[in-house]
């Protein structure tokens, strides 16, 4: 691979994406998995959970994990990572009756990222619901130390724990490959515009992981991968072509999983749900998202204060011709929030792409449309009132 400031759709290297992809990854390669299935490491943590007491093993396991996640094949499956699944069990109950509520209230089956609205059911911010709802069942589900030690393994302390609940009826269409949060949930045109050293840093900056919450055998559509993937460095912009995804179809694996397993990935893997061939399983995951501690501002903004406040201001300078269009855009981008995340996905969805409207972008759609300061304060206000929890 060249080295490249930047990364672009058209040059990604397709016979340089397939040597990655087409390693093979031995048992003999590592230290604690049971076996190796279709160049995926299988660890049994019935087994393994003694470990995770020892500090010189557990030492030692979570960095044969960061490898794999890092360098190797880029995801680990985690048997019976609920040894107990009586958790499981009381968190399935809870996530249907918070979908019940949900589809009663008229909020579910709203916008999802890669699916069709109402395609599957959907709880977005299920960590905060779930918590909410029963909070001692909760405890028990999150007090689990396999996954607390996967997320450390990859990011360290102090990370932050997200999870969105999904389950695909039978007859639910596949996703197409993609890559996930940061760099997977913006445009080809805006991720061209991060350097390639940050394409880099996104993988590193989360952790895909997925709890089955019920047997999910290859009909049902468990998710497919596509090992070793997230070595290739331009990834971001290759998974949108065509002849990528078309070798991510033709070369992609899936594993069955047991309730109680689990599987995490880097973000950077090439990966998307299956389809549900099955007749009668309603695949129920519980999708984890979990993000490094180190990706905070040092000081809190009320943005929205500096944004209304600015707007006249951008106005009447541009209708001087004191500020141009590229003026204007390093003026807003200094005050207002140029991020979609994070949100509150049940009244900010992803309608129309893969993330809601930035408040940066709100500003400048204010300005194109003309909009009065008014028309623009309530317009913002509107919008933070979505994006609260």
Known sequence: MKDTAYFDVKSCDLAEFAQMAEQTLSTSDLRFATSVEKNVPIYDMAGLQDMLNDPPQRAALLAEWAHVLGQSAGVVALKS?????????????????????EKDGGSSGGADHFAKAGANDRIWNALQKHCLEDPRAFALYYGNTTIAAVCEAWLGPFYQMTAQVNVVRPGGQAQSAHRDYHLGFQTAEVAARFPAHVHDLSSVMTLQGAVAHCDMPI??????????????????????????????????????????????????????????????????????????????????????????????????LRAEGMLDDAATTAAVGAAAEGYSFPTNLDNDPPLGGLAPETQAALFHRALSEDLSPQAFAQALAAQDARRRP
């Not at 069990?89 to 509520?101: P, S």
Request: charged fraction near 20%; aromatic fraction near 10%.
């Open 81 to 101: 990572a609920y040894t107990d699944t009586a958790p499981i069990d009381a968190a399935t109950g809870i996530f249907r009756q918070i979908i019940a509520r």
């Open 219 to 316: 009909e049902s559509g468990p998710t497919k991968l596509l090992p070793f993937s997230q070595l290739f460095r331009p990834g971001y912009m290759a998974y949108r072509r065509e002849d990528f995804r078309d070798y991510f179809e033709e070369h992609c694996i899936q594993l069955p999983l047991s309730k109680g397993d689990a599987i995490f990935f880097n973000p950077a893997l090439f990966h998307a749900a299956g389809e549900n061939h099955s007749a009668d399983i309603h695949r129920m995951a519980n999708l984890l998202q979990i993000s490094s501690a180190l990706g905070r501002a040092m000081e809190v903004i009320d943005r929205s204060g500096m944004c209304r406040a600015l707007y006249p201001a951008v106005q009447a």
